[in-house]
C-alpha cells in the first residue's frame, strides 16, 4: 500500500504531522511518499501542482491531503494559485465524488451553532458533485463592447456526469438510512433541471430508496431548522461547497469534518481517492500549534475504509477521536485550549 502525502500550505504541515503519528501507532505496512502541493510547491517549483507531485498521486493508492491556500499566493495569475492545485488533483485523478459526512459527537452538542437539542439529530453525509458545475466551465472576465467588463463562468452538467454521482449518492443511501434528498435550483436553471430528471430516471435502479428534492436556497434554511430530517443529501459542486462549510458549523466546528474525493478507479484495497478536511489553510493561525488536527486524522480514517479496505483501523481510529472529544480535548476552535499537538497526542493515547 502506497500513499501520497501532501501537507500543503498554513497549518497543514502541522495537522498532517499529527495524523501521521496516528498512522504510524497502527503499525501498518504502508508506504508514505511526501509531496509539495499549494503556495509551497509554487514558492519551490514555481507551480502549484508540479509534475511529479501530481505523478506520485497518480502511482499511490490514495493521496492524503493537508490543506492548500497562501494569501502571499493571492495575487497570482489564477492558474497559478494555490487552490488550483486541489482543483487540479480531483480533475487530473477523475475524483467526482465528494463525501462529506456531518454527524453530531456525543456530548458535543454545546458546540453546535444551532440549539443542542436540533444539533443532537444530525447524521447526514453530503455527496457533493466535484467535477463539474461552474468550478470547471468556460470563464473569464471579458469586456463587452461598449468596453464593460463582465465576468461570466458557465455553469453545466452533462447527463451522464450527473448519472455516476446519482449512483454513488444512491449506493450511499442504501448502505444508510435509505433517504436520499436531491438539491437543486430547478425553479430557476436549466442546469437543474437536467440534474433532477437524471435523478429521477435512475431512481427507478434502486427501488429501496426513497428520494426527494429540495431547492438549494430551503435546503440550506431546513439546514439549520431541523438538520435531523437528513440522511444522504447529492448536489453539484457549486451548492455542495456551500451547504458543507454550513453543515460543519452545525456539527460545531469545521474543524471536524472530513472528505473522502472518489473516482472509479480501484486499488487493490478499495477505491483510489483523495482525503483533506473540508477546512482549509488558515493561515491566521498557521506555525502556531494551535490548529485542531482532528478533521485531518479523520480524513486518514476515511482514507484507510475507502482506499485501502481496513475498516476496523478506520473505526478504531474515529472512536479515538469521538473518545477524545468526550474527555474534554478541546481545541480553540471549539472553545477549548489544546494544541495541535496536544490533540494529536490525546487521540494517541485512546487509540
Ligand atoms: C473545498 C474548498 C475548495 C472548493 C477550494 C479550496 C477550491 O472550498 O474543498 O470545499 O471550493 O472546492
Ligand atoms: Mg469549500
Redesign the pocket.
Known sequence: MKIACLAGDGIGPEIMAEALKVLDALGLEIEVAHADVGGAAYKAHGHPLPPETLELCKASDAVLFGA??DPDCDNLERHLRP?QA??GLRQALTLFANLRPATMFPGMEDLSALRPEVAREIDLLIVRELNGDV?FGEKAIRQLDDGRRQGFDLMSYAEDEVRRIAHVAFRAAQGRGKRLCSVDKANVLETSQLWRDVMVETAAGYPDVELSHMYVDNAAMQLVRNPGQFDVVVTGNLFG?IL??QASMCVGSIGLLASASLGEDQTEYGTKGLY?P?H?SAPDIAGQGKANPMAMILSLAMLLRHSLGLEAEAARVEAAVAKALEDGIKGGDLGGSAGTSEVGDAVLARL
Open positions: 492548500v491556500g487552490e486541489i482543483l468550478y461547497d458543507s462549510d483533506e473540508i482549509g
